[in-house]
């Protein structure tokens, strides 16, 4: 029963700002690297940011001037700060994340949020 969960997604104007967050919950036992993808209808799903466990983090040459990614390990949690959003920023952001659990002894997998619409529009 690991899931992610993603919230703060919704409509905002040219120049503002969003914060998405995406809560981890389950058997977990530790989260490695997490990510945030985001999708447009006729558009490949593209990675916008990442984050490790111990905090690097990297940005697509798109947003990392305006994008910010962090965690909160002791709540499983993965944040994406959007500022000067765009129209083209608009998108379902998906949340991505490595996890250790019980449900597979411990051996680390791949999970998926369920994606929250970010639209960027007049």
């Known amino acids: 029963q690991v899931q992610l969960v993603e919230s703060g997604g919704g409509l905002v104007q040219p120049g503002g700002s969003l914060r998405l967050s995406c809560a981890a919950s389950?058997?977990?036992?530790?989260?490695?690297?997490m990510r945030w993808y985001r999708q447009t209808p006729g558009k490949d799903r593209e990675l916008v940011a990442t984050?490790?466990?111990?905090?690097?983090?990297n940005y697509s040459d798109s947003v990392e001037d305006r994008f910010t990614i962090s965690r909160d390990n002791a709540k499983n949690t993965v944040y994406l700060q959007m500022n000067s959003l765009k129209p083209e920023d608009t998108a379902v952001y998906y949340c991505?994340?490595?996890?250790?659990?019980?449900?597979?002894?411990?051996?680390?997998?791949?999970?998926w949020g369920q994606g929250t619409q970010v639209t960027v529009s007049s």
């Open positions: 984050i490790t466990r111990g905090g690097s983090t």
């Open positions: 389950g058997s977990i036992f530790s989260i490695n690297t």
């Open positions: 991505n994340a490595d996890i250790r659990s019980r449900e597979y002894g411990y051996s680390s997998r791949n999970y």
